[in-house]
């Protein structure tokens, strides 16, 4: 069974950065393509970056060159450096898996993925 946990949420003032981690289990280093994922009050979930099992990597256009995605197989924790935050960046991030069979590039789609962690809370203050 996969479980996903975020950690490394806080409040920050605009210009600064944030490294948020998902600790993994029940996923094989091959098999797995993962994700994180934000929802801001009022809105819906929005895919943020994305990992596939071939390390490749997909960004949604506003975070393009300040957010980072990376895994650490050793580690089985996903992280989302996050710099330059900005106040529209402010939402509750979530890490999300799927287990695949095969090639999986990622996607930013929520209905992509079948395992989510419970969230952290990411605050930018202008």
């Known amino acids: 069974q996969v479980q996903l946990g975020e950690s490394g949420g806080g409040s920050v003032q605009a210009g600064g950065s944030l490294r948020l981690s998902c600790a993994a289990s029940?996923?094989?280093?091959?098999?797995?393509?993962m994700g994180w994922f934000r929802q801001a009050p009022g809105k819906e979930r929005e895919g943020v970056a994305t990992?596939?099992?071939?390390?490749?990597?997909t960004y949604t256009n506003s975070v393009k060159g300040r957010f980072t995605i990376s895994l650490d197989n050793a580690k089985n924790t996903l992280y989302l450096q996050m710099n330059s935050l900005k106040p529209e960046d402010t939402a509750m991030y979530y890490c999300?898996?799927?287990?695949?069979?095969?090639?999986?590039?990622?996607?930013?789609?929520?209905?992509?993925?079948?395992?989510w962690g419970q969230g952290t809370q990411v605050t930018v203050s202008s």
């Open positions: 990992i596939g099992n071939t390390r490749t990597t």
């Open positions: 029940g996923l094989t280093a091959g098999s797995r393509c």
């Open positions: 999300a898996a799927r287990v695949v069979d095969g090639i999986c590039s990622g996607s930013l789609s929520t209905s992509f993925y079948n395992s």
